[in-house]
């Protein structure tokens, strides 16, 4: 077979199996609301949980940074793309988190693609949580570590693992602090305990930071851990993009002398550091938006109470409702927007097998009469 006929018949088979994935032209999204195709819709979808990719403040020092520095940062960090932005946004990152050092990468994928391909060589091995990000796993098969998952948030099932293992070289094991489809978070704390001494612990952090703890300072503050490696990233929360890696300053030396994903790769843009340094000092003063967050969160979930529908029941503002069955999902969410609310389901291979889900999202930015829309627009929905 060559190459046209490979890519023809992966196509089909796709289609086949109800897994062909869409994307949607998008003429609006301010968090709150979506324009599709000219219609209005509740947005249960972002990941912007603060509102801040909508904030004024935010979008004020977009512009504001773009002046003073220009748009683009013209090179790699290890050329001239390195500006004293750069430089004082992972100083802050860093004292923030309570690490040595932090570096920035462009994107959460490549920072925790960048973390296996470095580190994990042929004798060592790698311990995942089952539910652990894409991002990880296509880099760990790629790698030439051993991979072994252990069941989700299950310390004894880690346990046996890091037993099992014990004559490896170096073991790096990864879990999320909030997962970000199933809105449940890590038992870290217990995870620690269970950890000997030569293994190394990286959180990745992406849904926590911003939204948990004193000043959004994320997961890991709040269970008091502090692993080796914590990967934040700044697509979520802080309504931006990129990401940061957390280490010591070994390490962090290691990535800046042997990271090809930092060499190789043109620096984020010194305007948009300079963004997400407001971003970052709004983030610790948004006790209030957390607060609203939350209160949304349990408004949620106490309205919920009154439907004959099921949810994990986790406060977080990750509200998975599972279905189980693709193509119920599916109708499902073409019947919420139907009712002007946008619910994305996500389906196998994101989510394991027979677990499709409608994946809610609650922000800061909603109010408590779109989410009291969505509640009606479920019960009607499930009805069927
Ligand atoms: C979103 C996400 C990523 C990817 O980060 P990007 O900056 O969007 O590339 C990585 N890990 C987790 C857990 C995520 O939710």
């Not at 609301?33 to 000219?38: A, P, Q, V, Y």
């Not at 217990?190 to 990286?202: A, C, G, P, T």
């Not at 269970?223 to 280490?247: D, N, Y």
Request: net charge positive.
């Amino acid at each position: 077979m060559n190459w046209k006929e490979q890519i023809k018949n992966k196509l089909k088979e796709q289609k086949n199996l109800q897994l062909w994935r869409n994307r949607t032209i998008v003429e609006n999204n301010n968090t709150r609301f979506l324009t599709i195709k000219g219609k209005r819709y509740y947005n249960f979808s972002s990941n912007d949980y603060l509102g801040f990719s909508q904030n004024k403040k935010i979008i004020h020092a977009w512009k504001k940074g773009s002046l003073i520095t220009g748009v683009g940062a013209s090179a790699s960090t290890h050329m001239i793309g390195y500006s004293y932005l750069h430089a004082e946004l992972e100083k802050k990152i860093a004292k923030w988190l309570g690490y040595s050092r932090a570096l920035l990468f462009n994107s959460g994928y490549s920072a925790n693609q960048a973390v296996i391909q470095l580190l994990m060589k042929k004798s060592d091995c790698i311990l995942a949580d089952k539910r652990i990000h894409a991002s990880f796993l296509e880099a760990a098969k790629n790698s030439q570590a051993k991979l072994y998952r252990f069941l989700h948030n299950d310390v004894n099932s880690l346990e046996k693992l890091i037993q099992k293992n014990n004559n490896t070289n170096n073991t790096l094991i990864i879990t999320e602090g909030l997962f970000s489809m199933d809105g449940d978070y890590s038992p870290l704390k217990d995870i620690v305990k269970k950890i000997k001494n030569k293994e190394w612990l990286l959180v990745d952090d992406a849904h926590g930071i911003g939204i948990i703890g004193k000043q959004g300072r994320g997961s890991c503050f709040l269970q008091k851990v502090k692993p080796e490696l914590q990967i934040i990233t700044f697509g979520k929360a802080f309504g931006l993009s990129g990401a940061a890696l957390l280490c010591d300053n070994d390490v962090a030396d290691y990535f800046l002398q042997f990271s090809r994903h930092l060499i190789y790769s043109t620096a984020i843009s010194p305007a948009h550091v300079y963004t997400l340094l407001k971003s970052l000092s709004m983030i610790k003063k948004s006790g209030s938006l957390r607060k609203k967050l939350y209160n949304n969160i349990h408004f949620f979930k106490n309205m919920l109470k009154k439907l004959p529908i099921k949810l994990y029941g986790y406060d977080s503002p990750i509200q998975p409702l599972i279905i189980g069955k693709k193509d119920k999902t599916i109708q499902l969410a073409s019947i919420l927007r139907s009712l002007d609310c946008w619910v994305t389901p996500i389906l196998p291979p994101t989510v394991p097998e027979k677990t499709s889900r409608l994946r809610i999202t609650i922000t800061a930015a909603h109010k408590k009469k779109d989410i009291l829309h969505l509640i009606k627009a479920l019960h009607y929905a499930t009805k069927f």
